[in-house]
C-alpha cells in the first residue's frame, strides 16, 4: 500500500480569505509607501523617509508569504 492510496498526497488546499487578507495588507502598505514617501519629499523628513522604506519592506514580506501561499507542496 502506498501513501497515495490515500487523502494525504492531495495538495492542500489554500483558503482565499487568506489571500485576499495577505493582497488587502499589501496594498495598504504599498498605499502607505506612497503617501509617506511624497509627504518625506514635501518636508524634507529624513525619519518619514525612513518609516516609508519601511512599510516598504512590510509589503517585500506580505509579497513572499503570498508567492509561498501559492506553492503546491
Known sequence: MS???H??????QTDNR???ILWA???VNLTMFGVELVAS???GSVSLRADA???LADTAN???ALAVVGLAL
Not at 487523502?7 to 492542500?12: I, K, V
Request: proline share 8%; aromatic share 12%; hydrophobic share 40%.
Open 25 to 27: 495588507a499589501l496594498a
Open 3 to 5: 501513501c497515495c492510496d
Open 18 to 20: 487568506y489571500r485576499r
Open 41 to 43: 519629499i514635501i518636508a
Open 53 to 55: 522604506l519601511d512599510f
Open 62 to 64: 506580505y509579497a513572499v
Open 7 to 12: 487523502d494525504c498526497c492531495e495538495p492542500p
